[in-house]
C-alpha cells in the first residue's frame, strides 16, 4: 500500500498562488499508475481536479481549472505538485492527492476507481 501525504495549503486572497505537494511512500508508482487530485468543499462532493500519468505524464484537467492550475511529477522524489494560480474564493476546499494502479493510459475522473488517497490539505481563498 502507498501512503500519500499532501501539504502547501493556506489561506490566500483571490487572484494569489499556491502550490500544493503530494509525497509517496511504501509501493512505488508503475509507468501506468495515476496520481490526480480532487478537492472537496463544505456540503459538497469531492470532484476531479486533475490527473497525470506517471510513465508519460499526460495530464487532464477539470474545465474549471484548466489554464489556471498545472500539475507535475518528480520521479525521483515520488512527489506530485499541484501549482494553482488565480485562485478565485470557489477553488476553497480540502484537497485531497490520490493514487489510481488499474488503468493503463486513461486517466480516471472518478472517486471511486482511485485506490489511495492522502488526508487532505486545507485550501481557503479570500475575495
Known amino acids: 500500500q502507498v501512503q500519500l501525504v499532501e501539504s502547501g495549503g493556506g489561506l490566500v486572497q483571490a487572484g494569489d498562488s499556491l502550490r500544493l505537494s503530494c509525497s509517496a511512500s511504501g509501493r512505488t508508482f508503475s509507468y501506468r499508475t495515476t496520481l490526480g487530485w480532487f478537492r472537496q468543499a463544505p456540503g459538497k462532493d469531492r470532484e476531479f481536479v486533475v490527473g497525470i500519468k506517471w510513465g508519460t505524464s499526460n495530464a487532464y484537467y477539470a474545465d474549471s481549472v484548466k489554464g489556471r492550475f498545472t500539475i507535475s511529477r518528480d520521479i525521483a522524489k515520488d512527489t506530485v505538485y499541484l501549482q494553482m494560480n488565480s485562485l478565485q474564493p470557489e477553488d476553497t476546499a480540502i484537497y485531497y492527492c490520490?493514487?489510481?494502479?488499474?488503468?493503463?493510459?486513461?486517466?480516471?475522473?472518478?472517486?471511486?476507481?482511485?485506490?489511495?488517497w492522502g488526508q487532505g490539505t486545507q485550501v481557503t481563498v479570500s475575495s
Open positions: 490520490a493514487a489510481d494502479f488499474g488503468r493503463e493510459t486513461s486517466i480516471t475522473t472518478r472517486v471511486y476507481e482511485y485506490d489511495s
